[in-house]
């Protein structure tokens, strides 16, 4: 009796825990999404949701969590389904035929390393057959990519022109692999291996 009561303890503390909306999510889009703010980090309080264009804020919207609806003060509710403990979609009640948008939750990244020795690496990534390679703070023509920061979680940030195009969360960086997250669609993650 006592080892059911303490694995019902433990499924209810597991559960709880993976349906916690609360902290910083990145929005994840399709490379011909268009979305204002652009690289949209959301940050849900207990009574609030605050906007960001990646580390700019942008507005606070009052809102109540509630089950799988979020309410917000204008009137509308949003539904929201969890997919794993660190990704949901979102969908409006409103529209059924709206977009259905899907976040990431913004974890500390895994490193040992510091900030200089990172950007001293080189990784390629295979994404959907294409080769992509990154390398900080080299430019290439009008494009270059940034190593930056907001609270724990490192982004590799694609630059255009000298304004910020893209962004994406960086799950762990060693010296040998770096793990990119927040793509859209399964797996939601790509890996890269160091290249020379």
Known sequence: MKILTVITFCL???????????????????GDTYIVPENLIMEVKKDSIKYYSFDQ???????????KKI?????DIR???FINQNSFKFISQKDKDSTNFEYVRLIPTKTNLQKEEIENL??????NGEKIKIKFKQEKGFEEISLEKIDSTYFASFYLLGKRAEVLPIKEITLDKMILYGTPGKPYEIVGEKIE
Do not use: P
Not at 19 to 29: A, I, N
Not at 71 to 75: L, T
Not at 122 to 127: A, H, M, P, T, V
């Open 12 to 30: 209810i503390v597991v559960t709880s825990s993976a349906q916690d909306l609360k902290g910083k999510w990145f929005l994840t889009k399709e």
């Open 57 to 67: 804020f942008v507005f606070t919207q009052s809102a109540k969590i509630e089950e």
């Open 71 to 75: 309410k917000f003060e204008n009137g």
């Open 79 to 81: 539904d929201f389904e």
């Open 122 to 127: 080189s990784f390629e990534f295979n994404w």
